[in-house]
């Protein structure tokens, strides 16, 4: 694990749910269960901004969660860094949220405190209405600007500022949100914006990600302007192929775990070119071809609504192996056998899984009671619409371990039968 796991969540505030108690997350699969409208999406949005820093699309409403979160330090991988923190957006007057629109001033609509402790030392940074803190030991750093729109830390002012002490205290917080539709598959074909050398001059330049996590776009364009073939050919990933550097590799190739289940052969990534010229080529969207084990081969217009969905999950599994994943409605459109090649896709990493479908919930391990406790999350609508987060309690995660251990039930029946979903 080289980037932040969620351990705990506490919902203050934030659209429907209030006063949620703290809620305990696995390091590996977590279910996210419910009924349509009991605030799946919702929670999975608010976990991806907290393992991202990133609320800039909580700024519309008001919001109050407080979290902590844990990663290697690094100096050390054995090492942990502990890291606890609230984070809120207060309603404003009328006057207040009007000065905050005009002077787009970030310190009067999100107010934050973070601690961060590893080997004796701690950083602490806190955002208030009027100003910004940072502080490593007690002693002030400089803090020369705001944070960035919707942004909970200035990291990178830290990095930049405090020198080796504080370096061992920084993560690099990110994590990927797949929809519940083929929308980032779409943006992904039809949306991105890059420019590439004809030859390798001259790598790439982005200018705009249409919505595609930007660690994915980075690594598919590293791979077309290191191949050997002209850009504008693309890049073909066939079933032998091995991504480089990728910790704990399988004895099956990354590719080979990617496209067998989909029975297709090879997977080809080409740049759509829009404009070309001797020193540039301009580039909207990427063309995504898949040749199947019959020998026919179908551009990425004539895949199914599932196929995109699961080349999409799959890319961004494979090219980022330790980022938290979180995926809504995750076995949407999708056969059975790609479910579970994305759920095996996932093992490793810690995961959010928002579903209704008895595969998932069953495809899932549980080892223990504590295992079944924090790997189970039900969401729920009160009548009068206010949403919680039900956590089993003691006795009932011993029940279920205990018939899932006998063998005579699916992990999804006894909750059923129970009445826990």
């Known amino acids: 694990m080289t980037h932040p796991q969620l351990r705990r969540l506490k919902i203050h505030r934030y659209e429907q749910f209030v006063d949620v108690p703290w809620i305990e997350f696995s390091p590996h699969e977590n279910l996210i269960l419910g009924?349509?409208?009991?605030?799946?999406?919702?929670l999975l949005r608010l976990i991806h901004a907290v393992l991202s820093f990133d609320y800039e699309k909580l700024l519309a409403q008001e919001f109050d969660v407080e979290f902590e979160l844990a990663y290697p330090s690094s100096s050390s991988s054995s090492q942990m860094v502990e890291v606890t923190g609230r984070v809120l957006r207060k309603e404003q007057s009328p006057a207040e949220a009007l000065k905050s629109l005009e002077a787009m001033d970030e310190l009067n609509r999100i107010e934050a405190t973070i601690d961060a402790h590893h080997d004796g030392h701690q950083l602490k940074f806190t955002v208030t209405s009027e100003r910004a803190t940072l502080a490593l030991d007690g002693k002030d750093m400089p803090v020369s600007r705001k944070p960035a729109r919707g942004r909970a830390l200035p990291w990178e002012e830290a990095r930049a500022r405090g020198?080796?002490?504080?370096?061992?205290?920084?993560p690099s917080f990110s994590s990927f949100f797949i929809r519940e539709d083929d929308r980032d598959f779409r943006a992904l074909v039809d949306d991105v914006e890059f420019s590439l050398a004809p030859d390798s001059a001259r790598r790439?330049?982005?200018e705009d990600t249409g919505g595609v996590p930007p660690m994915l776009l980075l690594a598919l364009l590293r791979h077309i302007?290191?191949?050997k073939e002209e850009k504008k050919n693309g890049v073909r990933f066939g079933r032998s192929d091995l991504l480089p550097d990728l910790p704990q590799r399988e004895q099956k190739s990354d590719f080979q775990r990617l496209?067998?289940?989909l029975g297709s052969q090879?997977?080809?990534i080409r740049p759509k070119v829009v404009q070309e010229t001797s020193e540039v080529l301009e580039c909207k969207g990427l063309e995504v071809r898949v040749k199947f084990e019959s020998g026919a081969e179908y551009a990425d217009s004539r895949l199914t609504f599932g196929q995109r969905r699961y080349l999409m999950m799959g890319l961004l599994l494979l090219f980022r192996p330790d980022f938290p994943a979180l995926i809504d409605e995750v076995d949407n459109g999708l056969h059975p056998r790609l479910v579970e090649a994305v759920l095996k896709l996932l093992q490793g990493r810690q995961s959010f899984l928002a579903s209704h479908n008895k595969i998932v919930v069953d495809y899932v391990g549980y080892d223990s009671?504590?295992?079944?406790?924090?790997k189970i999350h039900v969401c729920r609508r009160a009548e009068d619409g206010k949403q919680t987060v039900d956590t089993l309690d003691e006795a009932a995660v011993?029940?279920?371990?205990?018939?899932?251990?006998i063998g005579i039930m699916h992990p999804s029946d006894v909750l059923l039968v129970e009445g826990l979903w």
Do not use: H
Request: proline fraction near 5%; charge should be negative.
């Open 35 to 42: 009924i349509n409208g009991a605030g799946k999406t919702s």
């Open 163 to 170: 020198g080796a002490g504080a370096t061992v205290l920084l």
């Open 204 to 206: 790439f330049g982005i």
């Open 225 to 227: 302007v290191d191949s």
């Open 259 to 261: 496209l067998a289940p």
């Open 266 to 268: 090879s997977l080809l």
């Open 369 to 374: 009671p504590e295992d079944v406790r924090q």
């Open 398 to 405: 011993q029940e279920v371990f205990e018939k899932i251990s």
